[in-house]
């Protein structure tokens, strides 16, 4: 498995603007990549659990399944969007220093990386850690070296970054176990009122800004220092909820239905490449899935192409429906830009380049042959072993916009 790389090169044609009124984007709450009204109670959120027990992956999905009358069928995405629509509105992540000061963030951008051999529900994402602390659901996994996991060993400068797990260990069959992992790349700081204070953009940033508040230097010192032990907190290391008998607990999450409630929007995520060139099929499918969830999208800098041509691709494909990509019309296309630069703060000027390069991409779509593989044509590979540009990114979105 590769490592992943949670930053990437901003945009300078890019401008962060005032946060579009989520009332006048819709009247009801979406997920862009979606479409439908996302149903809460779906997908195995239960708002009637904790926020641990509802990070959990549901039993079937890490076992082996031998009797076909118990194959249920899961569906990855739906479950992630409606885990994200919980964890932006429903969810509020604290930090606490020695003098009992609480800090409030909300979160405003995550991304999910999950692995599982299961058969019936095979997910092999290229791009995750698969760390043995991912194996294990509702968990702070701040993100190590694989090479040498160990206490102190955490990454630093702009490849620092937090994630809390969802994964589940198979303890019969070791193949069968799940890796699983929210990666927060932006949050918004808030006063005791829950009103914004700040905003904090990007993965390493929000792990500063938590040391910060915490009132450490480093991760080490967090995770050695203020942290209590897996034998004070049930056997458990690290948990993302305070457990009931240490009030001094430093980092975790607690439930808060914000009264603001949020559009929550899907992109491909932030800063993966194909720079590698091994697994191919499996890079280039996982590469532009809609795995990034965000809220407040005017003020994230980064992936703001990403962003755009991921909500043209829908929302296209909510206008069209089974009808040919060559007959939206201008209105429509004019319709669906305003709805895009509304909801990213990006001007319409970078949106038309950024969906041009879509466009150019989109005329040479990869396929696939009958045993369900990708056949690269000559465009994609030239995606390979690289660093892709902005516009080579849009590209590529373009050429795989059968798997977005």
Not at 48 to 71: D, G
Not at 90 to 114: C, H, P, Q, T
Not at 193 to 215: H, Q, W, Y
Request: charged share 30%.
């Amino acid at each position: 498995m590769s490592k992943r790389k949670v930053e990437e090169t901003v945009d300078e044609n890019e401008a962060v603007t005032e946060e579009p009124d989520a009332k006048k984007l819709k009247a009801t709450l979406t997920v862009a990549s979606a479409g439908p009204v996302v149903d809460t109670t779906a997908s195995h959120i239960d708002l009637t659990k904790s926020i641990a027990e509802n990070l959990i992956l549901p039993a079937h999905l890490t076992q082996e399944i031998t009797e076909p009358k118990r194959h249920r069928s899961f569906e990855w995405e739906t479950h992630f969007r409606n885990l994200a629509d919980f964890l932006l509105n429903e969810v509020v992540l604290m930090v606490r220093n020695d003098k009992g000061d609480l800090s409030r963030f909300r979160l405003s951008e995550i991304e999910f990386y999950a692995t599982t051999k299961h058969r019936e529900h095979m997910h092999e994402d290229p791009f995750s850690h698969c760390h043995p602390l991912q194996a294990t659901p509702g968990v702070w996994y701040f993100h190590q070296s694989l090479s040498k996991t160990n206490s102190d060993n955490y990454k630093g400068g702009s490849y620092k970054g937090c994630d809390f797990t969802f994964g589940f260990k198979n303890e019969k069959n070791a193949k069968y176990t799940s890796y699983g992992g929210i990666l927060i790349r932006s949050v918004e700081e808030l006063n005791a009122n829950f009103a914004r204070v700040a905003f904090v953009d990007g993965p390493s940033k929000t792990a500063d800004a938590i040391l910060e508040k915490a009132g450490v230097s480093s991760i080490h010192d967090l995770v050695s220092k203020k942290f209590p032990k897996a034998s004070e907190t049930g056997g458990v290391h690290l948990p993302v909820e305070k457990p009931q008998d240490i009030d001094t607990y430093p980092l975790y999450l607690t439930r808060h239905t914000f009264t603001n409630r949020q559009v929550v929007y899907a992109s491909s995520r932030v800063g993966m490449s194909l720079k590698t060139s091994t697994l191919k099929d499996s890079r280039a499918r996982f590469v532009v899935k809609p795995y990034r969830y965000f809220i407040h999208a005017s003020s994230i800098k980064k992936g703001k192409n990403q962003m755009v041509v991921s909500l043209w691709h829908e929302k296209v494909a909510a206008v069209l429906g089974d009808a040919d990509y060559s007959t939206l019309t201008k209105n429509q296309k004019d319709s669906i830009y305003a709805e895009i630069v509304t909801a990213t703060g990006c001007t319409k000027k970078n949106a038309e380049k950024y969906v041009k390069q879509y466009d150019e991409g989109r005329e040479n779509g990869v396929d696939v042959d009958k045993d369900g593989k990708l056949v690269m044509n000559d465009e994609m590979e030239k995606m390979f072993g690289k660093n892709l540009n902005t516009d080579e990114l849009c590209k590529m979105h373009g050429l795989l916009y059968k798997f977005l």
